[in-house]
């Protein structure tokens, strides 16, 4: 006699109540306030210095802004400057950046300062790095030290995470980015609850944190391209080819990046590497002009204002620069994120698409540019969707978009990443 077997589905994971949740609203508040006021400060206080050193100080010496000459002195001094920083201060200004990436260690206290210099020294001087690892590792530590001290109950695991989340949501002035990286990194874990009970407390934090950012700020990433419409059948060509081309040519400089860091770790001391990377610096920006220095935000702007303004020689000049002068400041030792300068690449290239052939859309290159470009760098597949979609905001990308992220993920998936271990082998 043949049994029946019943197979029942497993149960689903409980829903939190709310008197568990509620009181995570407060630290998650208090870190989100935090974690953008320090990513503001520390924008600011770079802004500052850059307006001082490319503005001012070249006028009086006689010298002008945007001379070879000028850009070379600068960024060799700021190797100097940032050599000098991580040689001397507490920790030496945290751990190599090319053994990290956004999730960062909790550092002790006194590394932080020099790490602070450090980043401040980096933005001002024109190295193609942003501010967003660094931040990140400030505000993670403080959190955690911090919340430990004055909020011991709460559990010390969730201090990096929301310092984390806060300071996505203040980097992009929106909770959405800090929300979808928070779920992306939560997938691959087993987690006690519903998805949205988990990300509950990192979502309030990056709130708090886009909102406080918005407040003191007002950031915008939106460029102001003409908007797509309706996608046409010639759109969806251009973009899962420029997606996949981007994707190709960033995975050439994450190939490219275990060899340049073990050629600047052979100088072994950092007085010789940062400096010996301000020299390539400077004679990458002598190539791509001063257009391909910083972290690329502001640059990007100039750029989508007059695409008609450049060739598409020069487009193919500076995305290549670009992607060169990441690769160098991420290897050499200067502390910075590669988000924003990756941004930068892609727009470049997605222009030059439009260059070469004016029947593809502004908004489908650049979108789509950008997207392959940060999938290759970051591997963080909500965030380059997110940032792609933000740059243009334009609804007809959208579809385009998702379809396009198909193929450029099978190209950088399961291929070595942008980071590397103590012993100088690539991260998968």
Excluded at 148 to 153: K, S, T
Excluded at 226 to 240: Q, S
Excluded at 351 to 374: D, E, F, N, Q, R
Excluded at 402 to 414: F, I, N, R, Y
């Amino acid at each position: 006699m043949a049994q029946e077997t019943t197979q029942q589905a497993p149960p689903s994971a409980p829903t939190a109540p709310a008197r568990a949740l509620l009181p995570f609203i407060l630290p998650a508040a208090l870190v989100g306030v935090a974690a953008s006021l320090v990513f503001v400060g520390v924008s600011t206080a770079g802004e500052k210095l850059q307006h001082l050193l490319w503005g001012p100080l070249p006028d009086a010496l006689g010298v002008g802004r945007s001379s070879v000459l000028w850009m070379f002195v600068v960024l060799v001094a700021t190797g100097i400057a940032v050599g000098l920083v991580v040689w001397k201060a507490p920790g030496h200004a945290g751990p190599d950046p090319a053994t990290v990436g956004l999730d960062a260690p909790v550092l002790p206290p006194a590394v932080l300062p020099g790490l602070v210099l450090a980043t401040a020294l980096m933005l001002a001087g024109g190295p193609s790095l942003g501010p967003e690892n660094p931040v990140i590792a400030v505000n993670v530590s403080l959190a955690a030290w911090l919340g430990a001290r004055f909020l011991p109950r709460t559990p010390g695991a969730l201090w990096p995470v929301l310092a984390e989340a806060a300071t996505i949501g203040a980097l992009f002035g929106t909770p959405v980015a800090a929300a979808l990286v928070i779920s992306e990194a939560l997938a691959g874990r087993p987690m006690p609850g519903r998805l949205w009970d988990n990300v509950f407390a990192p979502l309030t934090a990056g709130t708090c944190g886009a909102v406080t950012t918005a407040l003191a700020a007002r950031p915008t990433f939106d460029l102001k391209l003409p908007p797509l419409g309706h996608p046409r059948a010639g759109d969806l060509l251009a973009a899962l080819v420029i997606a996949s081309v981007a994707a190709l040519l960033g995975m050439c400089a994450v190939r490219a990046f275990p060899y340049v860091c073990a050629a600047f770790r052979r100088l072994r001391h950092p007085m010789l590497m940062l400096p010996a990377g301000g020299v390539v610096l400077g004679a990458l920006a002598a190539v791509g002009g001063q257009l391909t220095l910083f972290k690329g935000v502001t640059q990007v702007g100039q750029l989508a204002r007059d695409p008609g303004g450049w060739s598409a020689g020069q487009f193919a000049t500076m995305t290549v620069v670009k992607l060169a002068a990441l690769l160098v400041a991420a290897s050499c030792g200067f502390r910075g994120g590669r988000i924003f300068p990756a941004v930068f690449v892609g727009t470049a290239l997605g222009l030059c698409a439009h260059a070469l052939v004016p029947a593809v859309h502004l908004s489908v290159g650049v979108a789509t540019g950008v997207l392959g470009m940060l999938l290759a760098i970051t591997r963080q597949g909500w965030m380059s969707l997110f940032t792609a979609a933000v740059l243009v905001s334009s609804p007809g990308t959208l579809a385009l978009l998702c379809v396009a992220s198909l193929p450029a993920w099978l190209l950088v998936t399961g291929r070595p990443q942008m980071q590397v271990r103590q012993d100088g082998t690539p991260v998968r």
